[in-house]
């Protein structure tokens, strides 16, 4: 023998960024900016091109992601404006033994 059984609740709808998403995007584009300067200028000092690429990477990833997370707390706070409340229905099968 089945029963089903109804329920209704309101819901709120929203979108969110993924975070990790927008972090891991900003420090990729930090790598990429650092690579663009170490061969950018010509090498005058003591250091080597690793070791200006590593100093420029550890800059560059830090500023990266930072912008990536303001970029994407600037998204959660346009797209919570667009909140929309409806109702859920919730349904189940009861199956009880014979």
Same mark, same amino acid.
Request: charged fraction near 15%.
């Given at each position: 023998?089945?029963?089903?059984?109804?329920?209704?609740?309101?819901?709120?709808?929203?979108?969110?960024?993924?975070?990790?998403?927008? &972090?891991?995007?900003?420090? /990729? %584009? !930090?790598?990429? =900016?650092?690579?663009?300067?170490?061969?950018?200028?010509?090498?005058?000092?003591? &250091?080597?091109?690793?070791? /200006? %690429? !590593?100093?420029? =990477?550890?800059?560059c990833g830090v500023v990266g992601a930072t912008l990536g997370l303001? &970029?994407?707390?600037?998204?959660?706070?346009?797209?919570?404006?667009?909140?929309v409340v409806t109702t859920a229905e919730h349904e189940v099968e009861?199956?009880?033994?014979?």
């Open positions: 023998m089945v029963s089903m059984s109804q329920s209704e609740q309101e819901v709120v709808i929203r979108r969110s960024p993924r975070f990790l998403r927008f &972090f891991i995007l900003g420090v /990729i %584009f !930090g790598i990429v =900016v650092a690579l663009i300067l170490t061969f950018a200028f010509p090498n005058t000092s003591q &250091f080597t091109s690793a070791q /200006i %690429f !590593g100093f420029l =990477v550890l800059i303001i &970029f994407a707390l600037l998204l959660d706070r346009i797209w919570s404006k667009r909140t009861n199956t009880l033994p014979e």
